[in-house]
């Protein structure tokens, strides 16, 4: 086994609900966090009078050590204890989020941001691996929709905290409200979600750090594409190609590789993982947008933003345990399809905004978003876990955290990429667009639901594809 869990912790039943309640409530902190963020965008780029580019940059510095440091992260949670990190990882993000409060300037944002990425993935690093050892199969996919469920909650809370935190008291106010939570999460993560482990390291930090030097010149790249030189961005594109293939070459050849890649061999696996990154990139790409045409095209307040926003996170709260339940009793395949589905319907309704649509009609187009996000979130989670053997758990769960942290690290970069080739330059800065930049930002943002719908589309296919394998071949591990 890769991990010891105290017997005192372990052979409590009780025990478990705590767990699973301190690494949700965590998990909770981080993407409330980010939905936070993302609504405070239009009132950061107002007051420190910068680019949608340097405005975006708050989003994806956050998500270059996020998604460049979860990995070696959770190869160090097998020797130190993935609630070790853990802890710290809380302790750090209390700390970031002080310093994102107290920025003078958006070098100094964007830094700590960096920092506070480094502590989400410490926090994101082992949780699946925690509450798949702690819960029996027949469990998982309802231990899986908690999980899911809190996530929810974290995304839903985070746009109505972040409207009205953002209109009484500024923007600077957002990042303090992780504090409270981080206070109440640590104790309980160093007393419940400590595991008994202190092995000698034998970490690929080599393979770590190309990693995230790929990550963040992949990011960069996007970046230099939506400033239109495209041969710059083709050279760093090469570059980053280059990396990572060396990261993967370094890692092969390791003794003690980070992750076990050869998983992605297997069809199903990969299919799930794919599939959970275009969900993930079309959730995000809509939360970079949304905000932008309801206070510049429809001209409401930051807090109203923060409530519609919160409209498909609320739905999930309550469908996610429910397609956990589903997956449990059915299998997997069939909930996920629907969720596709549902999220497809969703993107073709919203291409139908216009300047004189209703919230109303935002709010429910945007629901129906949430309940196929809702079906497809908790059953992918429990595939992913539950069909490698024990001794893999920990690389399944980075592989996963890896692709869906990606698809969220890349989702305003497609965004503002998107964007930018249908409106002029400053277009955004303007606390409300009129005359013509309304059909020019209009189109930029129909574009963006067009490429949504296409990502949706594949990925359905592929779930149907998955599940006629899935019928033509035993050897699959588990109900899925």
């Known amino acids: 086994m890769l991990f010891?869990?105290?017997?005192?912790?372990?052979?409590?039943?009780?025990?478990?609900?705590?767990?699973l309640f301190t690494v949700c409530l965590g998990v909770m902190i981080i993407s409330l966090n980010m939905s936070i963020t993302n609504v405070s965008l239009p009132a950061i780029s107002e007051y420190f009078t910068i680019s949608l580019n340097q405005t975006e940059w708050v989003i994806t510095s956050y998500f270059i050590t996020y998604v460049g440091l979860v990995t070696l992260f959770a190869d160090i949670g097998n020797f130190k204890g993935h609630g070790r990190i853990f802890s710290i990882g809380i302790l750090l993000f209390l700390i970031s989020s002080i310093l994102c409060s107290i920025s003078p300037s958006i070098d100094f944002l964007i830094g700590s941001r960096l920092l506070q990425g480094l502590a989400a993935s410490m926090i994101l690093a082992g949780p699946l691996v925690i509450i798949e050892y702690y819960f029996p199969t027949n469990m998982l996919g309802r231990a899986m929709g908690v999980y899911?469920?809190?996530?929810?909650?974290?995304l839903g809370l985070g746009p109505v905290v972040g409207g009205l935190v953002q209109d009484f008291f500024g923007w600077r106010a957002i990042f303090l409200v992780n504090i409270p939570v981080c206070l109440i999460v640590l104790p309980l993560s160093i007393k419940y979600v400590q595991m008994k482990i202190n092995k000698p390291l034998h970490v690929n930090f080599l393979g770590g750090f190309l990693e995230l030097i790929a990550v963040a010149l992949i990011i960069y790249t996007l970046s230099i594409v939506e400033l239109g030189d495209y041969i710059k961005a083709s050279l760093y594109g090469i570059i980053s190609i280059i990396l990572v293939i060396s990261f993967l070459y370094v890692e092969k050849r390791s003794d003690s590789p980070m992750v076990n890649w050869g998983l992605l061999k297997n069809f199903t696996f990969t299919s799930f993982n794919v599939s959970f990154h275009v969900l993930y990139i079309c959730e995000y790409v809509l939360l970079y947008v949304l905000?932008?045409?309801?206070?510049?095209?429809?001209?409401?307040?930051?807090?109203?933003?923060?409530?519609?926003?919160s409209a498909a996170p609320i739905v999930m709260i309550v469908f996610t345990p429910i397609s956990g339940y589903i997956a449990d009793k059915i299998?997997?395949?069939?909930?996920?399809?629907?969720?596709?589905s549902l999220s497809i319907i969703s993107f073709l309704l919203l291409l139908t905004l216009n300047e004189h649509s209703t919230i109303l009609e935002l709010v429910v187009y945007y629901t129906?978003?949430?309940?196929?996000?809702?079906f497809?979130?908790?059953p992918i989670n429990k595939v992913v876990m539950s069909i490698v053997s024990i001794n893999n758990k920990t690389s399944a769960s980075s592989i996963l955290t890896l692709f869906r942290s990606m698809g969220i690290a890349m989702a305003s970069s497609y965004g503002s990429i998107i964007l930018s080739l249908s409106i002029p330059e400053g277009l955004l800065t303007n606390t409300i667009i009129r005359g013509s930049g309304i059909p020019e930002f209009l189109t930029g943002m129909d574009n963006i639901f067009i490429f949504g719908i296409i990502l949706l589309a594949v990925m359905l296919l592929l779930m149907i594809r998955v599940k006629i394998k899935v019928k033509d071949r035993k050897s699959i591990i588990g109900k899925l």
């Open 376 to 378: 497809a979130q908790a």
């Open 4 to 19: 010891i869990v105290d017997n005192n912790i372990n052979d409590n039943p009780n025990n478990k609900w705590i767990v």
């Open 331 to 340: 299998g997997s395949i069939l909930p996920v399809v629907i969720g596709f």
């Open 148 to 154: 899911g469920m809190m996530v929810a909650i974290g």
């Open 368 to 374: 129906i978003m949430g309940i196929g996000i809702a």
């Open 291 to 309: 905000p932008f045409y309801t206070e510049k095209i429809l001209g409401i307040s930051s807090s109203m933003t923060g409530i519609v926003l």
